[in-house]
T-cell receptor
Framework: DTEVTQTPKHLVMGMTNKKSLKCEQH?????MYWYKQKAKKPPELMFV???????INESVPSRFSPECPNSSLLNLHLHALQPEDSALYLC??????????????FGSGTQLSVL | AQKVTQAQTEISVVEKEDVTLDCVYE???????LFWYKQPPSGELVFLIR??????QNEISGRYSWNFQKSTSSFNFTITASQVVDSAVYFC??????????????FGEGTQLTVNP
């Protein structure tokens, strides 16, 4: 199984809603990532978890709250988002190899629209 | 600071043509890693190749080939005999050794390749 599964595929939420994005992998990878991608732009790194501990937080606003309950699951909790947060949110995973040398496996993303 | 430049925003070719996607990078690291990813309309990024800075051998995988030239800081990608299924956005990316585990990739802006029948 070489898949990273993300749910839901599409999400529409209001600025006062609370929602969560979910990501799951069963490849035994110990690093998991959240990326944000705006249309016609490259992905931007948000968070990295390594061995279930947050190792990289790219100064993301607190309205985005990541959680890694176990080595296979990664969540992104959303609260009080702004319309400019509308984007494709991609989850990825990798083995933890030499730093920088990880091959990332990506999910197909959650397309988020904030109204 | 690291930077990846993909000067070609969009390329359009006819099926069976060869096409080269350019990638130029900047880094002060002596050890670094270069990647190409493909993003079809379905959204997920698909890993194509990884190359470290000490391995300048060119690589061929089927219709895909990569030309890594450290002297010009380039890592170009050629598709031979292109097919409609090759239509996608292609990203070149760079990663250096970090202080924390987990990869911090610097992506180029991407090249939208359209292969017409």
């Amino acid at each position: 199984d070489t898949e990273v599964t993300q749910t839901p595929k599409h999400l529409v939420m209001g600025m006062t809603n609370k929602k969560s994005l979910k990501c799951e992998q069963h490849m035994g990878h110990r690093a998991m990532y959240w990326y944000k991608q705006k249309a016609k732009k490259p992905p931007e790194l948000m968070f990295v978890y390594s061995y279930e501990k947050l190792s990289i937080n790219e100064s993301v606003p607190s309205r985005f709250s990541p959680e890694c309950p176990n080595s296979s699951l990664l969540n992104l909790h959303l609260h009080a988002l702004q319309p400019e947060d509308s984007a494709l949110y991609l989850c990825a995973s990798s083995q933890v190899l030499r730093e920088g040398d990880e091959k990332l496996f990506f999910g197909s993303g959650t397309q988020l629209s904030v109204l | 600071a690291q930077k990846v430049t993909q000067a070609q925003t969009e390329i359009s070719v006819v099926e069976k043509e060869d096409v080269t996607l350019d990638c130029v990078y900047e880094t002060r690291d002596t050890t670094y890693y270069l990647f190409w990813y493909k993003q079809p309309p379905s959204g997920e990024l698909v890993f194509l190749i990884r190359r470290n800075s000490f391995d300048e051998q060119n690589e061929i995988s089927g219709r895909y080939s990569w030309n890594f030239q450290k002297s010009t800081s380039s890592f170009n990608f050629t598709i031979t005999a292109s097919q409609v299924v090759d239509s996608a956005v292609y990203f070149c990316a760079l990663s250096g050794l970090g202080e924390t585990s987990g990869s911090r990739l610097t992506f180029g802006e991407g090249t939208q390749l359209t292969v017409n029948p």
